[in-house]
């Protein structure tokens, strides 16, 4: 059995979520004259590949140091929706389902393309990444509950929509260009669309029932789309924890890793060395040199 790593690089240049506390390092002893390098480490917990809790947003729920490693770890399928699914877009259980078998209680990795948009990218495009990724509606969220899945990851900035977050409220340039797309693909506004009952709908209304999610998955991923796989999750044992950065792999046989190594050999790479797919399709990439 190999590893696969689904996560993304964490350094002082990871975007930590909007507002979040970003990641600062400082040296408090050196070799000399100490006899050791030691660090001292700040940062949020939204940061990186990482692990929200079910604490997070409902206080009853458990902490991180609560979820069992049969939670954490298990049968899982990753889904790509790169191409039907753009800046702003809403993408639904039946774009899964055409493309994937999802059975009850699976891991769902949802590929948006848009870690292409992650600071480690060559195509690195910060307001991509956090603000213009596609996200779901409550249709999305009752089918996740119908499945029993055990947890979500997504290749972005978050789970939920971003355009039914308080990013609606901080970006205002980019809530109006949402908002013109949303009334030319779906005949509603954003206020329509995703009214004050559904805000962040994939937090508030799943994590009561256990279904939490991963953000900001990554690493080669683009070696595993649409296909079913097993999956692992390792944040901290992190006793009231509301979220963890995490670690995030995928299971494959021996002679699976040996081909999956040699197609990432013909692949362009980042520059930590992850496999380069290609760029999302449905995304507008008016920002991007390529």
């Not at 070799?31 to 940062?43: D, E, R, Y």
């Not at 877009?89 to 848009?114: A, C, F, K, P």
């Not at 506004?189 to 995703?194: A, T």
């Not at 979220?243 to 299971?251: E, F, L, N, P, T």
Request: negative net charge.
């Amino acid at each position: 059995m190999k590893f696969i790593d689904l996560s993304i690089p964490l350094g002082i240049g990871t975007p930590a979520w909007p507002t979040y506390e970003p990641l600062q390092v400082k040296y408090f002893k050196r070799l000399a004259p100490n006899g050791a390098n030691g660090q001292l480490l700040t940062h949020s917990n939204h940061l990186g590949t990482h692990l929200d809790g079910e604490i997070h947003f409902y206080t009853p729920g458990k902490d991180i140091a609560s979820l069992s490693m049969d939670f954490l770890t298990g049968p899982g399928v990753v889904v790509d929706l790169s191409d039907v699914a753009g800046d702003y877009d809403i993408y639904t259980s039946q774009m899964v389902e055409e493309r994937v078998e999802v059975h009850e209680g699976d891991i769902l990795i949802i590929h948006t393309g848009y870690h292409h948009f992650g600071w480690d990218h060559p195509t690195a495009d910060e307001i991509a990444y956090m603000v213009k990724h596609p996200g779901p509606d409550r249709e999305f969220a009752q089918w996740c509950r119908a499945k029993k899945l055990k947890w979500i990851g997504v290749d972005c900035g978050s789970a939920d929509h971003p355009m039914n977050t308080i990013i609606r409220q901080w970006m205002p340039r980019q809530a109006k260009e949402a908002e013109a797309h949303f009334q030319a693909k779906y005949g509603q506004g954003l206020g329509e669309v995703f009214s004050d009952d559904k805000y962040q709908l994939m937090h508030i209304e799943m994590f009561p029932y256990g279904i939490i999610h991963a953000e900001c998955v990554g690493g080669d991923i683009d070696l595993l789309l649409n296909r079913r796989v097993q999956i692992g999750c390792f944040p901290w044992r992190f006793v009231d924890g509301e979220a963890s950065i995490a670690r995030i792999v995928a299971y494959v046989e021996d002679d699976e890793y040996e081909a999956l190594m040699a197609k990432k050999a013909t692949m362009p790479q980042t520059r930590f060395g992850d496999a380069i797919g290609p760029l999302p399709p449905m995304a507008k990439r008016t920002n991007i040199q390529e």
